[in-house]
T-cell receptor, first 114, second 110 residues
Framework: NAGVMQNPRHLVRRRGQEARLRCSPM?????VYWYRQLPEEGLKFMVY????????ESGMPKERFSAEFPKEGPSILRIQQVVRGDSAAYFC????????????FGSGTRLTVV | TQLLEQSPQFLSIQEGENLTVYCNSS?????LQWYRQEPGEGPVLLVT?????EVKKLKRLTFQFGDARKDSSLHITAAQPGDTGLYLC??????????FGPGTRLSVLP
């Protein structure tokens, strides 16, 4: 009964490259949420997806960032043309239903842009 | 925009001491969660409170939701080094996405 799986755990990209972050939700969970955490800060909501649909992307920057959750396979957070300010920990959480009882988080992907 | 404030920002205490950390907002939340996050890991859900005035206990941890559902507190009795971590509160307002506070970083020294 694996939890939320994120990979890679660490990702280093040069400025201008693309970063692809993957998240496999817990078995049976069809709701996925992406959050970003800067050093010494709390988590900032980015996007909420259900299978094949983006439900709320109000926290996602308008440019360079995109997210998907296909029918088959993990959810992907994609950052194009990365800049140093994109360096952060990116966490994915999942839930079985749209729940107000808390999320199960993955261990995160730490993106470093050099 | 709903904002959650947490205090203190940092707390360093000796093993065996008691402590309370706070989570405050000017907004009403339908539910509020507390998470603990250890370095290099994701947040782990500790508790969810949904009713104003609710008190929940989890071993040495006591969580309280304010009567007006705008604030919460976490009290730890006889803290242990294993309690060290970043404590985050998060609130949800009736179907909106969770809003997280900046956290309280607790260090319990042996």
């Amino acid at each position: 009964n694996a939890g939320v799986m994120q990979n890679p755990r660490h990702l280093v990209r040069r400025r201008g490259q693309e970063a692809r972050l993957r998240c496999s939700p817990m078995k049976g969970h069809s709701h996925v949420y992406w959050y970003r955490q800067l050093p010494e800060e709390g988590l900032k909501f980015m996007v909420y997806l259900q299978k094949e649909n983006i439900i709320d992307e109000s926290g996602m920057p308008k440019e360079r960032f995109s997210a998907e959750f296909p029918k088959e396979g993990p959810s992907i957070l994609r950052i194009q043309q990365v800049v140093r300010g994109d360096s952060a920990a990116y966490f994915c959480a999942s839930s079985q239903v749209r729940s107000d009882y808390g999320y199960t988080f993955g261990s995160g992907t730490r993106l470093t842009v050099v | 925009t709903q904002l959650l404030e947490q205090s203190p920002q940092f707390l360093s205490i000796q093993e065996g001491e008691n402590l309370t950390v706070y989570c405050n907002s000017s907004s009403v939340f339908s539910s509020l969660q507390w998470y603990r996050q250890e370095p290099g890991e994701g947040p782990v859900l500790l508790v969810t409170v949904v009713t104003g005035g609710e008190v929940k206990k989890l071993k040495r941890l006591t969580f309280q939701f304010g009567d007006a559902r705008k604030d919460s507190s976490l009290h730890i009795t006889a803290a242990q080094p294993g309690d060290t971590g970043l404590y985050l509160c998060a609130g949800e307002n009736y179907g909106q996405n969770f809003v997280f506070g900046p956290g309280t970083r607790l260090s319990v020294l042996p």
